[in-house]
């Protein structure tokens, strides 16, 4: 097992307000709106070093998405800020209309995402919004893993043409990812090759799939870990060939169990190489209040889930 | 003056054909408020607005057009053709498959002319307060125009964007309301009243006029009046009257023909109050 570590914990959404902070830098078209949520989604830099290109829009967010695609009009790149529930189910209609089928080049850049939102409950944990999005022709879904790689994640898509949902989350968590990294959209990432089984995980499950992994190494186990951050458009060739050596996989997400990267991987695998798969994923239900550890482990998203559900997806793969 | 009173309505009429032509031709489709905005459509595309129809998605340097109220898309559809975006023919292709006049507008189809999908209502006015807040951002002093419909200011986003735009000074944005007082299930002040429409846009901070759409010297006053308060700190409103079903009798000030199909006979009957002044497509 390769070996991670890590110097500091931070938030991915302090990595969203880095790069859309040198995405301004570097792109004078790009602009950015937010829904009366400046601090929790970090981006003060940007306001401050560009006050003419950051739009106030107060507590509107159908409004915000509609600004934002004839923004984009005007040739601006715009980036909206909220949190993931008012990024995406609280604006679906106005997301599909005026940005999905107009093909508007609208970045909707989405905090809080998942359990690890934490003690404000439910109302704010969304976990269907990966599966709202990827139903979306023409919706690019990225959902990272660290600081480092939000960061890279968010100047990338300012260089990338067509509409994307970028998710990230609230919580502090270990920043192991490299600094200096070219974001692929679209690509995904080996953590570690290995052979016995494959684990595929996204978001904040990737640092668990790592804890995992040693876990695993421990038991004589030797996983193969990937970090699909790029929901849609699904690496599928990765996928396959990893597959194709282990011959079986857990699929590692904090979202429902339906309509994410899960399900996504499933359809790939039903349709090109039928193999048994394991799910680590909310199971069909709301969350709850609680500290984003307790959530985590309550809802089954905890690393011994993921060394559990190997030991099963093996067992049923005869391995 | 590009055009005369004269003139624009002959080319209203010949818009208000291509309305019931199209209809009837894919038996679907909203003729009511396509032929209340015929001459709004007209004075807009014909004279009032500065615009290449050598269509290009960013507009810049030129003034734009949303229609929120994307159903009304037959009189849409005939003014761009009319006014030279794409070839008149393809009017007979609307709501056909394979076409680019999709039943509600999109650019999907890449149809010159359209810059944002519209149908589901109450999005419009959002699009267009950014696309102004773009030419703002590109010093770029033309005009965003939008079109909505009285019935569609019942969807929650307009008012968003309706606060947003004074407290913003998007003083280069003039929004047309198509008000008919008409909608699916009858008349707006049954189904759920709008009050006064005036009084709620000025104590949301915006200039508003009035006008009556289906008054071509009216209309073509009033925008052009409209222009002249443009740049002033303020969104303009034009609270414009129209007749939902205009210029055909048996179709005029009824909710009914909102959403149905003229049949032959029907069609004949109406073609015969329109005077065919450019060629029919």
Same mark, same amino acid.
Request: hydrophobic share 40%; glycine share 10%; with cysteine.
């Given at each position: 097992?390769?070996?991670?570590?890590?110097?500091?914990?931070?938030?991915?959404?302090?990595?969203?307000?880095?790069?859309?902070?040198?995405?301004?830098?570097?792109?004078?078209?790009?602009?950015?709106?937010?829904?009366?949520?400046?601090?929790?989604?970090?981006?003060?830099?940007?306001?401050?070093? +560009?006050?003419?290109?950051?739009?106030?829009?107060?507590?509107?967010?159908?409004?915000?998405?509609?600004?934002?695609?004839?923004?984009?009009?005007?040739?601006?790149?715009?980036?909206?800020?909220?949190?993931?529930?008012?990024?995406?189910?609280?604006?679906?209609?106005?997301?599909?209309?005026?940005?999905?089928?107009?093909?508007?080049?609208?970045?909707?850049?989405?905090?809080?995402?998942?359990?690890?939102?934490?003690?404000?409950?439910?109302?704010?944990?969304?976990?269907?919004?990966?599966?709202?999005?990827?139903?979306?022709?023409?919706?690019?879904?990225?959902?990272?893993?660290?600081?480092?790689?939000?960061?890279?994640?968010?100047?990338?898509?300012?260089?990338?043409?067509?509409?994307?949902?970028?998710? +990230?989350?609230?919580?502090?968590?270990?920043?192991?990812?490299?600094?200096?990294?070219?974001?692929?959209?679209?690509?995904?990432?080996?953590?570690?090759?290995?052979?016995?089984?494959?684990?595929?995980?996204?978001?904040?499950?990737?640092?668990?799939?790592?804890?995992?992994?040693?876990?695993?190494?421990?038991?004589?186990?030797?996983?193969?870990?990937?970090?699909?951050?790029?929901?849609?458009?699904?690496?599928?060739?990765?996928?396959?060939?990893?597959?194709?050596?282990?011959?079986?996989?857990?699929?590692?997400?904090?979202?429902?169990?339906?309509?994410?990267?899960?399900?996504?991987?499933?359809?790939?695998?039903?349709?090109?190489?039928?193999?048994?798969?394991?799910?680590?994923?909310?199971?069909?239900?709301?969350?709850?209040?609680?500290?984003?550890?307790?959530?985590?482990?309550?809802?089954?998203?905890?690393?011994?889930?993921?060394?559990?559900?190997?030991?099963?997806?093996?067992?049923?793969?005869?391995? | 003056?590009?055009?005369?009173?004269?003139?624009?309505?002959?080319?209203?009429?010949?818009?208000?054909?291509?309305?019931?032509?199209?209809?009837?031709?894919?038996?679907?489709?909203?003729?009511?408020?396509?032929?209340?905005?015929?001459?709004?459509?007209?004075?807009?595309?014909?004279?009032?607005?500065?615009?290449?129809?050598?269509?290009?998605?960013?507009?810049?340097?030129?003034?734009?057009?949303?229609?929120?109220?994307?159903?009304?898309?037959?009189?849409?559809?005939?003014?761009?053709?009319?006014?030279?975006?794409?070839?008149?023919?393809?009017?007979?292709?609307?709501?056909? @498959?394979?076409?680019?006049?999709?039943?509600?507008?999109?650019?999907?189809?890449?149809?010159?002319?359209?810059?944002?999908?519209?149908?589901?209502?109450?999005?419009?006015?959002?699009?267009?307060?950014?696309?102004?807040?773009?030419?703002?951002?590109?010093?770029?002093?033309?005009?965003?125009?939008?079109?909505?419909?009285?019935?569609?200011?019942?969807?929650?986003?307009?008012?968003?964007?309706?606060?947003?735009?004074?407290?913003?000074?998007?003083?280069?944005?003039?929004?047309?309301?198509?008000?008919?007082?008409?909608?699916?299930?009858?008349?707006?002040?049954?189904?759920?009243?709008?009050?006064?429409?005036?009084?709620?846009?000025?104590?949301?901070?915006?200039?508003?006029?009035?006008?009556?759409?289906?008054?071509?010297?009216?209309?073509?006053?009033?925008?052009?009046?409209?222009?002249?308060?443009?740049?002033?700190?303020?969104?303009?409103?034009? @609270?414009?009257?129209?007749?939902?079903?205009?210029?055909?009798?048996?179709?005029?000030?009824?909710?009914?023909?909102?959403?149905?199909?003229?049949?032959?006979?029907?069609?004949?009957?109406?073609?015969?109050?329109?005077?065919?002044?450019?060629?029919?497509?």
């Amino acid at each position: 097992m390769k070996k991670y570590t890590y110097t500091e914990k931070k938030d991915t959404r302090s990595g969203f307000g880095a790069g859309l902070l040198e995405a301004g830098q570097k792109n004078p078209e790009v602009v950015a709106l937010c829904a009366d949520l400046v601090g929790s989604l970090k981006m003060d830099a940007f306001i401050k070093e +560009f006050p003419e290109r950051f739009f106030q829009i107060g507590i509107a967010e159908a409004n915000m998405i509609g600004i934002a695609a004839g923004l984009t009009i005007g040739g601006k790149v715009p980036f909206t800020g909220t949190f993931a529930n008012f990024s995406t189910g609280r604006v679906y209609d106005q997301i599909r209309q005026s940005v999905a089928y107009s093909n508007k080049n609208v970045k909707i850049c989405a905090s809080h995402a998942g359990l690890t939102l934490g003690e404000d409950g439910a109302t704010h944990q969304i976990l269907e919004d990966i599966g709202l999005m990827k139903m979306l022709p023409g919706m690019t879904v990225i959902n990272t893993c660290d600081y480092n790689q939000t960061k890279a994640a968010t100047i990338a898509i300012a260089e990338f043409e067509g509409p994307v949902y970028l998710r +990230f989350g609230r919580p502090v968590i270990p920043v192991f990812t490299d600094p200096d990294q070219k974001f692929e959209i679209g690509k995904a990432w080996m953590v570690n090759e290995g052979t016995d089984v494959t684990i595929v995980a996204t978001g904040h499950m990737v640092w668990k799939a790592i804890e995992a992994g040693e876990q695993l190494a421990e038991m004589g186990i030797d996983a193969e870990i990937i970090n699909i951050h790029t929901i849609k458009p699904l690496d599928e060739a990765a996928i396959l060939k990893s597959l194709k050596k282990t011959g079986c996989v857990v699929t590692c997400e904090e979202h429902n169990k339906f309509g994410g990267l899960g399900e996504s991987v499933a359809r790939l695998l039903s349709t090109e190489l039928p193999l048994p798969q394991e799910f680590v994923a909310v199971n069909d239900s709301f969350g709850e209040s609680g500290t984003p550890d307790q959530l985590m482990t309550k809802y089954g998203l905890d690393t011994i889930n993921i060394v559990e559900a190997v030991q099963k997806v093996m067992k049923r793969a005869n391995k | 003056m590009k055009h005369t009173i004269n003139e624009l309505e002959d080319i209203a009429s010949q818009v208000r054909r291509d309305i019931v032509r199209m209809v009837h031709g894919c038996q679907s489709g909203h003729p009511g408020g396509s032929l209340g905005c015929a001459d709004f459509m007209t004075a807009l595309y014909f004279e009032v607005m500065n615009h290449t129809t050598d269509f290009k998605m960013d507009g810049i340097g030129e003034d734009i057009f949303f229609l929120s109220n994307g159903h009304i898309s037959p009189v849409f559809y005939s003014a761009l053709a009319r006014s030279g975006y794409f070839e008149v023919s393809e009017l007979a292709t609307f709501r056909k @498959l394979n076409s680019r006049l999709q039943g509600h507008p999109t650019t999907h189809e890449h149809l010159p002319g359209i810059r944002i999908a519209s149908g589901s209502l109450g999005q419009g006015m959002s699009v267009a307060i950014g696309a102004a807040q773009a030419k703002k951002l590109n010093k770029d002093n033309s005009t965003v125009y939008v079109l909505l419909g009285d019935g569609e200011l019942q969807e929650g986003q307009n008012w968003e964007a309706i606060m947003y735009a004074p407290h913003n000074k998007v003083d280069n944005l003039i929004a047309s309301i198509d008000y008919n007082g008409q909608q699916i299930d009858g008349p707006t002040e049954k189904v759920l009243s709008l009050e006064s429409l005036q009084a709620k846009f000025e104590a949301f901070g915006w200039h508003v006029i009035t006008s009556n759409g289906n008054d071509m010297t009216d209309i073509v006053k009033a925008l052009h009046y409209a222009k002249t308060l443009t740049g002033k700190g303020k969104p303009i409103l034009n @609270l414009m009257s129209t007749i939902m079903g205009n210029g055909v009798d048996f179709m005029m000030g009824s909710h009914k023909w909102h959403g149905i199909a003229p049949n032959d006979e029907q069609l004949a009957a109406a073609l015969a109050q329109l005077p065919s002044t450019l060629k029919d497509y």
